[in-house]
């Protein structure tokens, strides 16, 4: 089955850096689209926001509007890793980050609804 395991999370200062990392087994399409989901507190994960999508198979990228300056999604296809790399980070910005992906797909996925496998998240804190 699909599993998909995030790690790179923790504390960091205001204005600080992070990156993500998203392993991903369980499929052998390149017909994928990963993407990160941001749960803020108190929020169920469905209420989350995707602030990054990448279609594996042509490496095509979208990132939310208000994040494209600091935001920037990748891929190792030889590791099955999708990575999410959040610079100049605010406080708000402090939420778990989940990685889910859909299968069988060969565009970008901007809508949480949309996603029908997810990992555990990894909880990302940004102090002032």
């Known amino acids: 089955q699909v599993q998909l395991m995030e790690s790179g999370g923790g504390s960091v200062q205001a204005g600080g850096s992070v990156r993500l990392s998203c392993v991903a087994s369980g499929y052998t399409t390149d017909s994928v689209a990963v993407g990160w989901i941001r749960q803020a507190p108190g929020k169920e994960r469905e209420e989350g926001e995707v602030v990054a999508s990448i279609f594996i198979g042509h490496d095509s990228k979208w990132v939310k509007d208000s994040e494209q300056d600091r935001f920037t999604i990748s891929q190792d296809k030889a590791k099955n890793t999708v990575y999410l790399q959040m610079n100049s980070l605010p406080p708000e910005s402090t939420a778990k980050y989940c990685c889910?992906?859909?299968?069988?797909?060969?565009?970008?996925?901007?809508?949480?609804?949309?996603?029908?496998?997810w990992g555990q998240g990894t909880q990302v804190t940004v102090s002032s």
């Open positions: 889910a992906t859909v299968v069988g797909i060969r565009w970008t996925v901007r809508a949480t609804l949309e996603y029908n496998y």
